[in-house]
C-alpha cells in the first residue's frame, strides 16, 4: 500500500468523547455511530506514506502557552515512512518503522527514525530504537505510560518513562519543545548508557555512564529529584 499527499484530520468535537475517525471505527463495526465492543483488526504486509499532512485537535482543550508539542493540538505538516507488519488492532498499532520522518509545526522535527513500535492508548514502546533529529541521537529502548494522553500534556510530572539508551546524545534544544522548563537551555548530554526509570522530576538512574557541559561526567547510580531544572536538582548518588 501506498499513500502521497494526503491530508488525515482528526477532532474531537465539544462535548464528544469520541474523535471523528472513532465514529467511522464504530460505524465500520456495526453499521451505526454507536460504539460497540467488536473492534476492527487492520493489517498492512507493507506500507509506504510520501507527505502526509496530519492534524489532530481536541476542541475540548485549550492551546498551551508555551511554544512545544501541544498534545491535544498536534500539527504534523509533514510525515514521511516506511513501514512493515503495520497492524491496527483497535486502539492499538505496532509495526516495524523501517524509516520515519517529520515536522511538527512548533518547529520539533525527527530526521529519521527506525525501530519496533507499540503505541496504545496508556503506553509507547519502541526496541532497537535509533532516532535523529537535527541535535539530537537516541538509540536502543525507550517505553512512555501515561494515564491517557491529555496527561502529555504535563510530560516532566505525569508520565513514566523507561529507558536503556545506548552510544546517544541529548540535545536540550530538542528537550525544549516536550517543556517549558527547558525553553532557555542549549547543552548537551552525551550518554555512553543510560538504563532508568521513573518520571522526569523523580528519576531513578540503575546505570549511567554520560558528560554534561563542558567539565560534568556521570558514571553510576543515583536518583534524581527535580529535574529538569538542573539548578534545583537533587541528586543522591550510589
Not at 64 to 81: C, L, Q, T
Not at 83 to 89: A, G, N, Q, R, T
Not at 136 to 165: C, E, G, H, P, Q
Not at 176 to 196: G, H, M, P, Q
Request: charged share 25%.
Amino acid at each position: 500500500v501506498s499513500l502521497k499527499n494526503v491530508d488525515f484530520d482528526l477532532e474531537r468535537y465539544p462535548g464528544d468523547s469520541s474523535s471523528n475517525f472513532g465514529y467511522v471505527i464504530a460505524r465500520l463495526s456495526k453499521g451505526n455511530g454507536t460504539p460497540t465492543k467488536y473492534k476492527t483488526d487492520v493489517f498492512f504486509k507493507e506500507i509506504g506514506i510520501e507527505n502526509l499532512h496530519f492534524k489532530w485537535n481536541d476542541q475540548n482543550t485549550a492551546t498551551v502557552s508555551y511554544g512545544g508539542i501541544d498534545w491535544n493540538h498536534v500539527d504534523v505538516k509533514r510525515f514521511d515512512g516506511k513501514f512493515s507488519s503495520l497492524k491496527i488492532d483497535g486502539n492499538d498499532v505496532s509495526a516495524n518503522v523501517k524509516n520515519m520522518s517529520l515536522n511538527e509545526t512548533c518547529g520539533f522535527r525527527i530526521s529519521q527514525m527506525v525501530g519496533l513500535a507499540r503505541y496504545t492508548p496508556r503506553n509507547i514502546e519502541i526496541n532497537d530504537l535509533d532516532l535523529i533529529t537535527p541535535n539530537s541521537r537516541v538509540r536502543n529502548y525507550i517505553r512512555l505510560d501515561y494515564a491517557n494522553t491529555d496527561s502529555m500534556t504535563d510530560f516532566v510530572n505525569n508520565v513514566l518513562m523507561k529507558t536503556d539508551f545506548a552510544d546517544s546524545k541529548v540535545s536540550f534544544k530538542d528537550l525544549k519543545y516536550f517543556t517549558s522548563e527547558l525553553k532557555d537551555k542549549t547543552e548537551d548530554v552525551n550518554i555512553v548508557r543510560l538504563k532508568a526509570t521513573g518520571k522526569v522530576n523523580d528519576l531513578h538512574v540503575s546505570e549511567i555512564i554520560a558528560s554534561y557541559g563542558k567539565f560534568s561526567i556521570l558514571k553510576g547510580r543515583a536518583d534524581m529529584q527535580g529535574l529538569p531544572d538542573f539548578d534545583k536538582t537533587f541528586f543522591a548518588a550510589r
